[in-house]
């Protein structure tokens, strides 16, 4: 969507608001900053939008009060043909995510059968207990300092990442903590990985902060095309890069680190996305270990080793950018409720989230080593890559089909996958991301039938 017809959209849809009523006449409308966040669009999108609006009277401005809803008795009268334009719009919205699939390789569930829910459920009566009563007061911004210390300890004993407590923020998602590190980050500009992992994309374009993206390859990131540019932040995701599978090497690894120790103000962003779950081979250090200059921001996430839902996310910053953080003036409060904060560090404290992960690696496990001993006999027609470690991997469909055959038979068979095209990657042939986390066990074979049956002749 161009950037002119995001502001024409959003002026539409402002306008109808107003005049639907959802406004009162002379209340005050959201400040650009605001709805800019809110929607996750550029303050120019939102200027030129509030400028339509003005030109055509339907909100005013004061002098440094912000801009209000006009009388609304005084407004246009909206057509009929336009409140038609608008239910359409809407109805195709909803027809869109009414859409039934049988089958589906998600890369973002879990297999939820598994789940130790006796156990955490415990945990959970134990955080309200009366001796909790403290946990009903605000905390620190930077999250509850017995699960910090529960993360220094794991990262510590499960990818060498060296941290104290004190370094470690806690937040809701892999975005928020981007979002408040390039807030940190002053001035920066990034070089992030093409295809990359959406979430980094998105508070780039959205806060209007420059960066370039630089080809992945099966073994990382191309170092050399870093060589061609002055900017000064890695956001990369080494361990099982997303959305390819592809790890990155020792070599690189070295190298990357190597490159961000040159310049005082070079820093890597090391999203350890799917780390946990290493499958075959020793696992590869955490780029944070081999790093002995304080250079590596280290992001992960419980999403995959818990549950999406908990939202609960933690970085660990260098001591220089923790000096850093705590001199930013409008820091956003820590939105993790600290119950919550609470439960998943009494689980890990117990040792049960080791338990957990141990089994769950073995699910998995036998859950990938099921799909492949299925798909060998079509090796010719199948490229598989992406297998060491995660919940997913990449198929490419070597036999001739065109992605709109391949999703076109996908369709008709009720099943549900996700191109890599839409990533914006750069390949030719048809290739999939699939996901197998999410799928039961007595469900596998019916849903590994429906893949091949969709994707081979």
Same mark, same amino acid.
């Given at each position: 969507?161009?950037k ?8 539409e849809?402002?306008?109808?608001q107003?005049i ?18 809110h ?27 912000g801009?209000f809803?006009?009388?609304?008795e005084s ?23 009414d859409?039934k ?8 569930e ?14 959970a ?21 017995e699960l ?23 937040g ?11 807030? #940190? ?10 295809p +990359? ?5 998105? %508070? /780039?374009d959205? @806060? ?7 080809p992945?390859?099966q073994?990382?990131?191309d170092?050399?095309?870093?060589k061609?540019?002055?900017n000064?932040i ?14 990155m090497n ?30 075959s ?15 590596? #921001?280290?992001i ?7 549950y999406? +839902? ?5 970085? %660990? /910053?260098?001591? @220089? ?74 198929l ?11 999703l ?12 890599l ?37």
């Amino acid at each position: 969507m161009s950037k002119q017809t995001l502001y024409i959209n959003l002026y539409e849809s402002l306008k109808q608001q107003i005049i639907e009523g959802q406004y009162a006449s002379h209340d005050k409308f959201p400040s650009k900053r605001v709805l800019g966040e809110h929607l996750s669009v550029s303050n120019t999108t939102i200027e030129h939008a509030y400028q339509l609006l003005l030109d055509e009277g339907f909100i005013y401005s004061k002098p440094r009060s912000g801009y209000f809803v006009s009388d609304i008795e005084s407004l246009p009268v909206i057509y009929k043909n336009q409140s038609q334009h608008f239910s359409e719009i809407n109805n195709t919205s909803v027809k869109k995510s009414d859409i039934k699939y049988k089958y589906a390789f998600n890369m973002s569930e879990i297999d939820s059968e598994y789940f130790p829910m006796q156990q955490f459920r415990k945990y959970a009566r134990d955080v309200f207990e009366d001796n909790e009563i403290d946990l009903l007061q605000h905390r620190s911004s930077e999250g509850l300092w017995e699960l910090r210390q529960q993360i220094a300890h794991y990262l510590f004993n499960s990818r060498g990442v060296s941290s104290h407590p004190d370094q470690i923020i806690i937040g809701s998602s892999t975005e928020q903590l981007i979002n408040l590190v390039t807030d #940190i980050l002053k001035n920066a500009s990034f070089i992030i990985e093409h295809p +990359s992992y959406p979430p980094i994309k998105q %508070v /780039l374009d959205k @806060k209007q902060i420059n960066y370039i993206q630089v080809p992945v390859t099966q073994t990382g990131i191309d170092i050399d095309a870093f060589k061609h540019n002055n900017n000064n932040i890695a956001y990369v995701t080494p361990s099982h890069q997303f959305p390819t599978g592809y790890v990155m090497n020792l070599k690189k690894r070295t190298q990357l680190i190597h490159w961000a120790q040159l310049n005082d103000d070079r820093y890597i962003i090391e999203d350890d996305y799917d780390s946990e779950f290493r499958y075959s081979g020793k696992p590869l250090p955490a780029l944070q270990s081999l790093d002995t200059k304080d250079k590596v #921001i280290y992001i992960s996430t419980f999403s995959k080793s818990l549950y999406p +839902s908990c939202r609960v996310a933690y970085a %660990v /910053l260098p001591q @220089k950018l923790l000096d850093q953080y705590h001199q930013l003036e409008h820091k956003e409060g820590n939105t993790v409720p600290v119950h919550m904060q609470k439960l998943v560090s009494n689980f890990m404290q117990s040792g049960s989230f080791e338990r957990h992960l141990n089994k769950m690696r073995t699910v998995y496990n036998n859950k990938l080593s099921y799909i492949l001993e299925r798909l060998e006999p079509y090796h010719n027609q199948l490229q598989i890559e992406g297998t060491l470690t995660g919940m997913h991997f990449t198929l490419t469909v070597t036999n001739g089909l065109t992605l709109e055959e391949c999703l076109a038979q996908a369709k008709d068979n009720l099943l549900k996958i996700v191109p890599l095209a839409q990533y914006n990657s750069d390949e030719t042939a048809p290739k999939f991301i699939i996901g197998f986390g999410g799928i039961p066990q007595n469900e596998l074979k019916a849903h590994t039938d429906i893949l091949i049956q969709s994707l081979t002749k």
